[in-house]
């Protein structure tokens, strides 16, 4: 069982940046041996997979935010980080972390059925 717990959304203006957090609590694994990925839902739209990493450091991204966007994990402190900068306001959505202890191959990071655990989700708003 794995417990994901996110942190770091807020209200920023375009141009700004937020870093946003996901706390794994897991039992049996942690994030030395799972892929995770950060996925968002905007009101009225499908969730969309953002960034993810597998378990050896290997990233992926959606073409929206590439060079704006940076995806880590700090292995020892068992969390997921999501550096955003230039943040725009169609970027505006709830995010939501997610982690798997299956070995995804870097075609299937940003796909949300491959995940299974998820946060609750931290929401940003990025202004005009």
């Known amino acids: 069982q794995v417990q994901l717990v996110e942190s770091g959304g807020g209200s920023v203006q375009a141009g700004g940046s937020l870093r946003l957090s996901c706390a794994a609590s897991a039992y049996t694994y942690s994030t030395y041996s799972m892929a995770m990925g950060w996925f968002r839902q905007a009101p009225g739209k499908e969730r969309e997979g953002v960034a993810g990493i597998d378990s050896d450091g290997t990233t992926r991204y959606v073409d929206s935010v590439k060079g704006r966007f940076t995806i880590s994990k700090d292995n020892p402190k068992n969390t997921l980080y999501l550096q955003m900068n230039s943040l725009k306001p169609e970027d505006t959505a709830m995010y939501y972390c997610?982690?798997?202890?299956?070995?995804?191959?870097?075609?299937?990071?940003?796909?949300?059925?491959?995940?299974?655990?998820w946060g609750q989700g931290t929401q940003v708003t990025v202004s005009s």
């Open positions: 997610a982690a798997t202890n299956r070995v995804l191959g870097w075609w299937l990071l940003l796909r949300d059925h491959e995940y299974n655990y």
